[in-house]
């Protein structure tokens, strides 16, 4: 929750009140558009400026949050091809957030993802407004989906399935975009695509994987600064939810997404530390999710 963000911060922001409140992204939007070329960038840059506007302006959930509290977040936008004439940009998201770690200077990377069908049509000078009872915009709804998306995962770190609203929110967008015809937010089209992200998520079967995001911040990351050892051991016991939901939701994508975007972050908390069985067991269970990261899984071992 909010609150235990403001916990987590406060050493750093003391000075900052208690009692303002702000909205909940502290949003980068960066649009790339060296690939297009013999267009005015003026509507690339506009575009960039009415992004992020939206993302950082928007109150996105009735939550308050003080200005230190708002999650950390980027979304690099790389326009692929741009239609002119129909004001049609086919483009490639990279979308990030992290979460700061309790008495240290660590954030930690909390959603890590790239969209390669954010596909949409943008006039220069368009008002962005976002209204989830109506969802006619396909670039508002695309912005809202990751917004909903990474406020729910963040709250989800604080407490126990804590971003459930935040997380319906995603799946309505999802559910009211049916009519758009860009890929990305139907079922058949594939099992890591915005749709099968969010269902995925709030389906029962992966209810572990949301409780072990709790398991692994709360009682794992935030001790590491005061107790390393306890907390490496605790993230250990939270990585065995991984494994039931791997084996509760076989078909999902989700459980190796976790370990693509936790890699760098297991190797540093295990490499050379814990005891020989656990790391052997740590690194065959991570095997068994995900082996296209074994040089990683390897490194855990040493």
């Not at 575009?47 to 977040?73: D, G, K, V």
């Not at 016991?237 to 972050?265: G, V």
């Amino acid at each position: 929750m909010p609150n235990i963000r403001r916990l987590l911060t406060c050493c750093l922001l003391a000075a900052c009140a208690l009692d303002t409140t702000a909205q909940e992204l502290n949003a980068k939007v960066a649009v790339n558009h060296q690939k297009v070329q013999g267009t005015s960038t003026s509507i690339f840059e506009n575009l960039q400026t009415s992004l992020n506007q939206l993302m950082n302006e928007f109150h996105w959930t009735n939550q308050q949050y003080a200005p230190h509290e708002r999650i950390a977040c980027s979304f690099n936008i790389t326009v692929n091809k741009y239609t002119e004439g129909e004001n049609k940009f086919d483009c490639t998201l990279t979308v990030q957030s992290s979460r700061p770690i309790f008495n240290s200077t660590y954030t930690s990377t909390v959603f890590n993802f790239q969209d390669a069908a954010f596909s949409f049509t943008f006039q220069e000078f368009d008002q962005l407004e976002f209204r989830l009872d109506q969802i006619d915009n396909e670039l508002t709804a695309l912005m809202a989906y990751y917004a909903y998306l990474i406020i729910g995962w963040d709250l989800d770190t604080m407490s126990p399935l804590g971003g459930t609203e935040a997380l319906r929110n995603a799946q309505t967008i999802v559910t009211g975009a049916q009519s758009f015809t860009s890929k990305g937010w139907k079922a058949f089209e594939g099992n890591k695509n915005r749709y099968a992200i969010i269902n995925d998520y709030l389906d029962g079967g992966l209810e572990p994987l949301r409780r072990l995001q709790y398991q692994y911040y709360r009682n794992g990351m935030d001790e590491m600064a005061t107790n390393a050892e306890r907390g490496r051991a605790n993230i250990t016991t939270a990585l065995e939810l991984l494994k039931k939901a791997k084996e509760d939701k076989p078909m999902s994508s989700l459980p190796q997404l976790f370990t693509e975007i936790k890699r760098d972050e297991l190797v540093n908390i295990y490499k050379g530390k814990g005891t020989a069985n656990e790391k052997e067991a740590l690194y065959e269970m991570l095997m068994s999710i995900n082996p296209s990261q074994s040089n990683y899984w390897r490194r855990i071992r040493q």
